[in-house]
Nanobody
Framework: VQLQACGGGLVQAGGSLRLSCAAS????????MGWFRQAPGKDREFVAA????????YYADSVKGRVTISRDNAKNTVYLQMNSLKPEDTAVYYC??????????????????WGQGTQVTVSS
């Protein structure tokens, strides 16, 4: 599976961004997709995940209510809509694919493939 993330950028606090991640190489609708982020000097952390149908979504407490994950299986793409952005959201954001649909969506180690990352910078 190849994953290509885009949509990052510089935005002021309170602003919005939509990240996209296009997948190829395997039937997209058969695996779970997630977004993680990593700030300088910190571990990679879970942001959101969506199951293969799009019917189940999962969010980190830090983003709940501000972020929406969705997927379009016809376009082989997963999205992360981020609103009310805060400076602490600044990080490199990575999309990831879990082809085995493991029991936990929250751990990076459960994901099999990763995109290259896209930088999100939120200024105060």
């Amino acid at each position: 599976v190849q994953l290509q993330a885009c949509g990052g950028g510089l935005v002021q606090a309170g602003g919005s961004l939509r990240l996209s991640c296009a997948a190829s190489g395997r039937p997209f609708s058969t695996f779970r997709m997630g977004w993680f982020r990593q700030a300088p000097g910190k571990d990679r952390e879970f942001v959101a995940a969506v199951n293969w149908t799009g019917g189940s979504t999962y969010y980190a407490d830090s983003v709940k209510g501000r972020v929406t994950i969705s997927r379009d299986n016809a376009k082989n793409t997963v999205y992360l809509q981020m609103n009310s952005l805060k400076p602490e959201d600044t990080a490199v954001y990575y999309c990831a694919a879990d082809i085995h649909c493991s029991t936990s969506v929250y751990y990076a180690s459960r994901y099999d493939y990763w995109g290259q990352g896209t930088q999100v910078t939120v200024s105060s």
